[in-house]
């Protein structure tokens, strides 16, 4: 079983689209987050929630729009996908307090032409 | 603004050397400092981590050095193996990470 699992891990699309990714974690874990690695590989913080409650917030367009629906789901919509938007965006998950020992998941991978 | 900085994008060395590799960074109130590791496809893994009140944490092959002084840390691995060849962020945490943007080692058989 996948810890944390993130669908679709590819996905290529449309500028102006709308698309979301989905994240699920199994290990019962309090906090989500998504992460943006993008070509120049940096990885960046974008949300993290905890129990449901969206705790951070980086300066990221409104266009993205994190939900949770409950503590195991983290997903990620985008609104009028651009071609910056294209990048590697991962779920992660990590206990209440221990942000440094995140779990990833795999990764998906966003193509916007 | 780049807070963390890997200057090595890549670093291959011979099956069996060491493995070193250096991060340095900027801000000062980083309570804690990790190194995870990743493979093609799949996302990061932890490997190792230091609190910024002590300068050494061993584990097994792997040990993590930190100079406060110079606001410099790094990552040994003796002996490497084929199995370590991945990419390596090096990882600053205080209410967040902030990420390195990794250097990719080529353990060479």
């Known amino acids: 079983d996948t810890a944390v699992s993130q669908t679709p891990k590819y996905l290529v699309t449309q500028m102006g689209n709308d698309k979301s990714i989905k994240c699920e974690q199994n290990l019962g874990h309090d906090t989500m987050y998504w992460y943006k690695q993008d070509s120049k590989k940096f990885l960046k913080i974008m949300f993290s929630y905890n129990n449901k409650e969206l705790i951070i917030n980086e300066t990221v367009p409104n266009r993205f729009s994190p939900k949770s629906p409950d503590k195991a789901h983290l997903n990620l919509h985008i609104n009028s996908l651009e071609l910056g938007d294209s990048a590697v965006y991962f779920c992660?998950?990590?206990?209440?307090?221990?942000?440094?020992?995140?779990?990833f998941g795999e990764g998906s991978r966003l193509t916007v032409l | 603004d780049q807070q963390v900085k890997q200057n090595s994008p890549s670093l291959s060395v011979q099956e069996g050397r060491i493995s070193i590799l250096n991060c340095d960074y900027t801000?000062?109130?980083?309570?804690?400092f990790l190194w995870y590791k990743k493979y093609p496809a799949e996302g990061p893994t932890f490997l190792i981590s230091?609190?910024?009140?002590?300068d050494k944490n061993e584990d097994g092959r792997f040990t993590v050095f930190l100079n406060k002084s110079a606001k410099h840390l790094s990552l040994h691995i003796v002996p490497s193996q084929p199995g370590d060849s991945a990419v390596y962020f090096c990882i600053f945490g205080n209410e967040k990470l902030t990420f390195g943007t990794g250097t990719r080692l080529t353990i060479i058989p």
């Open positions: 230091i609190s910024s009140i002590k």
């Open positions: 801000n000062s109130m980083f309570d804690y």
């Open positions: 992660a998950s990590s206990l209440a307090g221990r942000t440094g020992e995140l779990f």
